[in-house]
């Protein structure tokens, strides 16, 4: 059991199996996030019975909290474990030099080449989104405080157009890292045949762009809704 934690092939798959809960957790928050845009639709932007509002007290329930963190779990793993995988293979090889693979398929991908940068750099738009958003509302429930409105720290955030700015910067990075690592993840075990591998990239193409629509919209419409659309 113990070899998965050393062996090339182990590594791998610990990461391919944290990258699904990174995919399983961005569906879930982008789409709750995504209720927002809804309500803007349906004129309830900012009112207690909005879907947003509904899908914050349904992400509050017991059942949820404790999912939640084990979602989250598997997305800081996914990144750490990516970190120390990428660190490996550069100090293997002697020095700062791409992460190598086998597959052409990998080596014609800018993402595939920049894993590492890309990794960081979604970690440290994570630190920011904690103190952004996390901080000000399941930790705040946390610890019994009162929580804010949920529709005024959309607006109060993306309501600042440098902020919006740099969310969609972070955003982009997001989808480069998912559109390779969704095909990546299966390729790790074992669907890495041109057939597959080609299909595979179409849909990881799809689901990446599709969740990162999600908060994308989000975060537009925020800021429409705190400039134009009062």
């Known amino acids: ?102 597959s052409k398929a990998k080596t014609d991908s800018w993402s595939a080449k920049n894993m590492l940068v890309l990794g960081l750099l979604v970690l440290l738009g994570i630190a920011c989104h904690l103190s952004d958003f996390w901080a000000k509302m399941q930790l705040q429930e946390f610890l019994g405080r009162e929580v804010e409105n ?20 972070w955003f982009a990075v997001i989808w480069l890292h998912l559109n390779h690592g969704f095909w990546s993840m299966f390729q790790t075990v074992g669907w890495n045949n041109m057939i597959w591998l080609k299909r595979l990239k179409v849909i990881g193409t799809v689901v990446a762009s599709l969740i990162i629509f999600l908060f994308v919209a989000t975060a537009c419409n925020a800021y429409l809704q705190a400039h134009l659309w009062i």
């Not at 949920?150 to 910067?169: I, K, N, S, V």
């Open 1 to 102: 059991m113990a070899t998965i934690f050393v062996s090339s092939i182990g590594k791998k798959l610990i990461q391919s199996i944290s990258g699904a809960f990174l995919i399983l957790f961005l569906l879930l928050h982008g789409t709750i996030n995504f209720f927002s845009v809804i309500d803007s639709f349906t004129g309830k932007f900012g009112a207690p019975d909005g879907l947003y509002q509904m899908g914050c007290d349904f992400m509050a329930l017991p059942i949820v909290t404790i999912m939640v963190p084990v979602l989250a779990l598997g997305f800081v793993v996914h990144i750490l474990w990516g970190l120390w995988l990428s660190y490996g293979n550069i100090k293997a090889r002697g020095g700062l030099k791409r992460y190598e693979v086998s």
């Open 150 to 169: 949920p529709y005024e720290l959309l607006t109060g955030t993306f309501g600042h157009w440098w902020l919006l700015l740099l969310y969609l910067l």
